[in-house]
């Protein structure tokens, strides 16, 4: 059975603890800039929207880059960034339509959902990210997030 990120902005705090465990255990240390999991806050609202890769099915990023060097981990679906073949381009942050691939040291990094244990969903007390069975969301409310995380992400990210 297939799992997935999902993401209830509603239930998010803004307590950042997400960015702050990504970024520890992909770089080690506490840095949130180098967080695969972005929390956006729009201040007019106090409404904040964790942004993290969705793993399209239809991935433009892979589309996008001329290396191979985003490719789909059979065991967990994610599209991960194979480093050794990253000229760090851009193409895939550009065709990214949700703002959730960014560029580091001479490479992309994105959400590549930690082998199958998020660790982000692991310090989220609130709820706000639960790693579950594709079935738990319909696709309905799939579509109704991409679009809410796209508006968002291109309002706070411009």
């Given amino acids: 059975m297939s799992k997935r990120l999902i993401v209830d902005p509603d239930q998010c705090t803004s307590c950042r603890l997400c960015e702050l465990a990504c970024s520890q255990l ?3 240390a506490y840095q949130p800039s180098r967080s695969h999991i972005q929390v956006l806050i729009h201040a007019d ?4 929207f ?6 399209c ?8 880059c001329p290396t191979e060097a985003l490719v789909r981990d059979p065991d967990t679906n994610a599209v991960v960034v194979v480093e050794e073949n990253c000229t760090e381009c851009g193409l895939c942050v550009t065709a990214c339509p949700y703002g959730a691939i960014r560029c580091f040291d001479g490479r992309a990094f994105k959400c590549e959902l930690c082998g199958g244990d998020p660790e982000c969903v692991k310090y989220c007390s609130p709820g706000a990210l ?3 069975s ?23 990210l411009s």
């Fill in 57 to 64: 099915e239809d991935a433009a990023c892979m589309d996008a």
């Fill in 45 to 48: 609202d106090a409404f904040f």
């Fill in 130 to 132: 639960r790693y579950e």
């Fill in 134 to 156: 594709e079935d738990s969301w319909s696709p309905e409310q799939r579509k109704a997030y991409a679009a809410q995380m796209q508006d968002l992400a291109e309002e706070v």
């Fill in 50 to 55: 964790p942004l993290v890769c969705i793993q």
């Fill in 26 to 28: 992909a770089v080690g």
